[in-house]
Each structure stands twice: as C-alpha cells, then as structure tokens.
C-alpha cells in the first residue's frame, strides 16, 4: 500500500505546491512510483506538472463527486515522471455540492483506494484553507507535511492546523500523523527567520525536516514552463534541496513502516 501525504497550510504562498510537485518529481525520479492529486481549484500543481488546466476534461472534481474513477481521469506528467490528477475552476464549486453527500469527508480516500495499488506515494496538493477539500485530503492521507515560511504568524497559524488534525485524528482517520514541518523560502541573512526556525525546532523536536528550503528564482521560474525546478535547473539550489528532500522523506518513511 501507498503512503498517502497531504501537504497542508491553510496560509496560501508558502511553498505548498512548489514541495508538491518537486517532491513528486523527487521520488520519481529515485525510482518509485509516485501519483500527485491537485485540491486547489487554482491548478498550480496541474500547471507547473505541464498539464493545461484549461484543457483537461475531468478532473479530481468528478472522482469526489463520483462522477469518474480516478484510473481514468489521471494523466501522465512525462517530464515529472509521475501521475497527475488535474484541478481547475470545476473544483470551486465541489464544496457546497459535498455538503449534500453522503460520506462528504472520505471521499476522496475511497476514490483513491481503487488505484492505491499502483503507486508507492501519493501526495496531496490541498488548496490555502481548512475546508472540506482539506478534510478530505487529512481523512485519506496517514501523514501530513507542512511547508511554512519562517516568519512571526507562522506559528499562530500552526496551532490552528494542529487543531484540525487532531479533530480529524478524533473523529474520522485515528491513525493521521505529522510527518514533518519543512521550513521553505529560507533567508539565512533574515534573524527573525533564524529565531522563528530555532522555535520550531525547540516545539517540534525531530518532526522538522533538517532539510530547508532556501529561497531560489529558480523554484520560482520553473512553473511558467510546466516543469518541476528539479528537472529545470537540476543544479540550482532550490531543486538540490528538494532532492535532499526527497531522501529525507524516504528515510523517513521508511523508518516509519
Ligand atoms: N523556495 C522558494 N523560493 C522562491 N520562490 C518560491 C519558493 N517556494 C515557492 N516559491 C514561489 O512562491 C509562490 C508561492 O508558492 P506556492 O508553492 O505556490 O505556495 P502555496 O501552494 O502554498 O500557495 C509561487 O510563486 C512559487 O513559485
Ligand atoms: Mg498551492
């Protein structure tokens, strides 16, 4: 079976489908098996994997409303090496349309347990909120990664989130565990980054990353030509830290099993 990780924030702009896509294009490219599901009606993650949102037929929209299987609306993101199920604008109105369904929090993890078997990482791009795309995402995952900028309200906005993964822990996937806090953007020259990475550390232990992501154009640029940065400018600080990542991760995780 797959490990199934959401990349949670409910802050937008601080590195969740930059780690979502370069992470799956990691593994990829370290040889496993990797599928990527894009929750955010923006399509960040179906733009930067090179899938035009505005062309695909269906989307990770039809799999929650049972309108499709997954099998048959994943796509393949050659350059990445993995599979993509696209998001667009269809996905803004899933929200009020779940709310009618039954099973409205899992659905997503019984769509993805009929195409679990052929992949050994599923990562979950979710949209800048704690909505019920974001809940469907903690209830199929078994483990989160959280991406965060070092800055003031950083840890304000923690605590929110641990407070809906705990409700979720309680009331529908016992097992949902933090994989771990990555600091992204990272200016070393910055003190306050400095102090705010130190406090995470003091908090958080062992479940942040030793892997940081600086701050790098070359993330940056990378979408705009629909190609994970790891692929772009393989040399470029920012993919050798999502590299680093990649095998950060699978160390990880694997120590996990
Ligand atoms: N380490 C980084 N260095 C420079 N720019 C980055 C970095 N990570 C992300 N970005 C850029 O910052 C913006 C927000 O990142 P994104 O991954 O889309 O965040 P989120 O998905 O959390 O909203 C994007 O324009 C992205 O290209
Ligand atoms: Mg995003």
């Not at 019920?132 to 309200?153: D, F, G, H, S």
């Not at 920012?238 to 590299?243: C, F, K, P, T």
Request: proline share 5%.
């Amino acid at each position: 079976m797959p490990r199934v990780i959401a990349v949670v924030n409910q802050k937008g702009g601080v590195g969740k489908t930059t780690t979502s896509v370069n992470l799956s294009a990691a593994l990829a490219q370290a040889g496993r098996r990797v599928l990527l599901i894009d929750l955010d009606p923006q399509g960040n993650a179906t733009m930067g994997s090179g899938i035009d949102k505005r062309t695909v037929a269906r989307t990770v929209y039809h799999a929650l409303l049972g309108l499709g299987e997954l099998a048959g609306i994943r796509v393949r993101a050659e350059k990445g090496g993995y599979d993509l199920v696209p998001a667009n604008r269809d996905l803004a109105g899933a929200e009020v349309e779940l709310v009618e369904l039954p099973a409205r929090e899992s659905r997503l993890k019984s769509a993805l347990e009929r195409v679990a078997a052929d992949y050994d990482f599923i990562f979950i791009d979710c949209p800048p909120s704690l909505s019920l795309l974001t809940v469907n995402a903690l209830t199929a995952a078994q483990r989160v990664l959280i991406p965060m900028q070092c800055e003031y309200y950083a840890l304000e906005g923690l605590s929110d989130l641990v407070g809906t993964i705990k409700r979720v822990r309680a009331n529908l996937n016992p097992s949902l565990e933090i994989a771990g806090l990555l600091r992204t953007m990272y200016d070393p020259r910055n003190t306050l980054s400095q102090q705010v990475s130190q406090q995470l550390e003091a908090h958080f232990g062992d479940k942040v990353y030793r892997t940081v992501v600086p701050r790098n154009v070359r993330l940056a640029e990378a979408p705009s030509y629909g190609v994970p940065a790891v692929l772009w400018d393989a040399s470029s600080k920012g993919a050798q830290a999502y590299v680093t990542l990649g095998a950060e991760v699978l160390e990880r995780e694997v120590a996990h099993t």
